[in-house]
């Protein structure tokens, strides 16, 4: 009886490539799936500064817009001398907006 020796050790490292092969391909497998998974998983969240910027973004197009009479009017009372500023009235409407902001 003749044993070829050199056959041996092919065999084995044959079915063990072809076994490592098995393994890679379940492991794809296993990737691939969880993959798909977590795909239908996806979500968005907005930030607090995104909703308060949106808010902003609503309250910019509601404001009303600039009465370009008014403004002329003023410019030309300002510069003949007959605006009357109240100081009272600026000081709470500036401290109004300061409170606002915060």
């Known amino acids: 009886m003749v044993i ?3 056959n041996l050790n092919t065999n084995n490292q044959v079915k063990h ?4 092969q ?3 391909q379940s492991a794809q497998t296993a ?3 969880a ?3 977590s795909a239908g998983q996806d979500s968005v969240s907005i930030t607090p500064q995104a909703k308060q910027l949106n808010e902003l ?3 910019a197009a509601d404001a009303p817009v600039i009465n370009q009479k008014k403004i002329d009017e003023l410019k030309k009372a300002i510069s003949a001398g007959d605006y009357k500023i109240n100081p009272e009235k600026l ?3 500036i ?3 300061e409170f606002n902001l915060i």
């Open 17 to 20: 490539t072809q076994q490592q």
């Open 22 to 24: 098995v393994k890679q």
């Open 57 to 59: 973004q609503k309250k």
């Open 31 to 33: 990737s691939n799936s």
């Open 95 to 97: 401290a109004n907006f």
């Open 35 to 37: 993959q798909v998974k």
């Open 4 to 6: 070829n020796i050199n």
């Open 91 to 93: 000081a709470a409407n």
